[in-house]
């Protein structure tokens, strides 16, 4: 169900998706989605918690190898080129996900807080990358940067608002942007 929620949701938008063409592509009752997800949009919630996190384990961001690897690397241009390569991961999954809930809040309210909520979980992982990076680096980070205004740019920057445009909409292919964000990560913050 979730495959082809998916699909359906990302080759057609959140309104134009009904959960009675999700259960027809899926081969299964109307009820069964229902009673599976409970709504539509609990089946778009879920269906981005999968994407975002790569299966359905409840284990938190900062709980995963990958994280834990980006907080325990030692060198800061490593690790933010940890932080790019866990990026690019996570939005080759979540990116056309992560659009459709973003073309969803601008008309339901629900689907608005989800996006927020998402936004703010990004930058809370990125905050306790940022602090793990200003312990590393000798002196100050780039331009006096505390860790909440490098956990900023840092969610913009490896987030569906950069991803999108270059990879999706540009052509550029994953590992290009991964390079291009690992980069931009170091510009910006490394001294």
């Known amino acids: 169900m979730l495959d082809a929620?998916?699909?359906?949701?990302?080759?057609?938008?959140?309104?134009?998706?009904?959960?009675?063409?999700?259960?027809?592509a899926a081969e299964v009752g109307v009820q069964t989605v229902y009673f599976t997800f409970g709504?539509?949009?609990?089946?778009?919630?879920?269906?981005?918690?999968?994407?975002?996190?790569?299966?359905?384990?409840?284990?938190?961001t900062l709980d995963r190898p990958w994280a834990r690897a980006v907080l325990a690397e030692p060198?800061?241009?490593?690790?933010?080129?940890?932080?790019?390569?866990?990026?690019?991961?996570?939005?080759?999954?979540?990116?056309p996900v992560l659009e459709v809930?973003?073309?969803a809040a601008?008309?339901?309210?629900?689907?608005?807080?989800?996006?927020?909520?998402?936004?703010?979980?990004?930058?809370?992982?990125?905050?306790?990358?940022?602090?793990?990076?200003a312990g590393k680096v000798a002196g100050p980070l780039r331009e006096?940067?505390?860790?909440?205004?490098?956990a900023d740019v840092a969610t913009v920057l490896l987030g569906p608002e950069t991803y999108g445009p270059l990879v999706t909409e540009a052509g550029w292919p994953p590992p290009r942007w991964e390079r291009w964000a690992a980069d931009s990560l170091v510009r910006q913050f490394l001294p």
Do not use: C, Y
């Not at 932080?83 to 690019?88: F, I, L, Y």
């Open 101 to 103: 809930v973003r073309g």
């Open 39 to 60: 709504d539509k949009r609990a089946l778009l919630r879920e269906l981005l918690d999968t994407a975002v996190a790569g299966d359905s384990d409840p284990v938190a």
């Open 5 to 24: 929620a998916r699909r359906l949701f990302v080759e057609r938008g959140w309104a134009a998706a009904t959960v009675a063409d999700i259960a027809k």
């Open 75 to 95: 060198d800061p241009a490593a690790q933010l080129a940890r932080q790019a390569a866990g990026a690019r991961e996570i939005m080759e999954r979540a990116a």
């Open 106 to 133: 601008a008309s339901d309210e629900q689907m608005a807080e989800l996006w927020r909520l998402n936004r703010e979980q990004r930058h809370t992982v990125q905050l306790s990358f940022a602090r793990a990076l």
């Open 144 to 150: 006096g940067r505390d860790p909440g205004a490098v």
